[in-house]
């Protein structure tokens, strides 16, 4: 059993339940084991640092000293989420200064100090190739996917030290991930771009127009369904899928999920789910 500090992110446990509700039964399957992190907060999402780039960095100096405290490394399924954690932890480890304001803030509020000298942040898709192994997990497979997927990795936590051993400019490990549950990935061009998602509120039209661009490009190399490694890009390409369409006036209807939901799906859990979710992409897939 391996243990990880579990940092959810900021919308597995509000408007997107569907990834807390299936990383815990695949992580159980596979041998991880998700220590929480108690009373963490958000990472500012990028938003916050738009305005106030201190106050994000002490919201990341705190989720990190609670890992800290727990003895574990952080785990998350949000690539924007692990891109944050990331880029905070590399601005402490090189920057004596922000590190020192931070830890004066962290200690007035909380009480904590952090040391991000050993620390160290992952993505999920990361651990699992790199930590857990794709033999394992092909060997837990009980039902194969049988989809042609689009793997959506965005953009936030494709840098070097974020993102494993994978190629930070031409990412394979979500494609290498699907194979070995069963499924079929397709190449497309923009499945490290932007969709755009802390400009939602502000640039509407523009972010509009990104993400129908990465759902017409995936639908138009074939694939049934986009499987999303970031969750709050995910509410672009699933919940504003209709609305891009219309702006951009292209094509974007293709069933689009977490990557902790097409793990747990091809590992035996919430079958229903994975029932409902071919029959989708069926009706409006390729």
């Given amino acids: 059993m391996v243990k990880y500090s579990y940092y959810p992110g900021n919308v597995a446990r509000q408007s997107s339940r569907e990834i807390e509700d299936t990383i815990q039964p695949l992580a159980r399957t596979l041998g991880i084991e998700l220590i929480e992190i108690v009373g963490y907060n958000g990472d500012g999402g990028n938003i916050i640092k ?34 944050i954690l990331h880029e905070s932890l590399s601005t402490f480890q090189n920057d004596p200064i922000a590190l020192a304001n931070a830890n004066r803030v962290l200690q007035g509020t909380t009480g904590m100090v952090l040391d991000p000298e050993d620390m160290k942040t ?9 930590e857990i192994g794709l033999d394992k997990i092909e060997a837990a497979v009980v039902n194969p996917l049988d989809l042609d997927i689009a793997c959506y990795y965005g953009p936030h936590m494709q840098r070097k030290g974020a993102c494993g051993g994978d190629d930070v400019w031409n990412p394979n490990y979500m494609e290498k ?3 070995a549950l069963g499924g ?28 129908a661009k990465v759902l017409n490009d995936a639908k138009k190399a074939g694939a049934n369904i986009i499987v999303s490694a970031c969750s709050l890009s995910h509410s672009n390409l ?49």
């Fill in 177 to 179: 991930l699907i194979t």
């Fill in 50 to 83: 738009q305005g106030n780039k201190e106050l994000q960095l002490a919201l990341n100096a705190r989720n990190l000293a609670l890992a800290q405290k727990n003895g574990h490394e952080i785990i998350t399924a949000c690539a924007s989420a692990q891109g």
């Fill in 122 to 130: 992952n993505h999920l898709l990361h651990v699992l190739v790199d």
């Fill in 238 to 286: 699933d919940s504003y899928q209709g609305k891009a369409g219309r702006v951009a006036k292209k094509d974007t209807s293709i069933p689009a999920v977490n990557l902790t939901e097409i793990i747990a799906f091809a590992l035996g859990h919430h079958v229903d789910r994975f029932a409902q979710l071919k029959t989708r992409a069926l009706i409006i897939g390729s």
């Fill in 184 to 211: 079929r990935p397709i190449e497309y061009s923009s499945k490290t771009m932007s969709v755009g998602n802390p400009s939602l509120l502000t640039l509407g039209p523009s972010v509009m127009k990104m993400t």
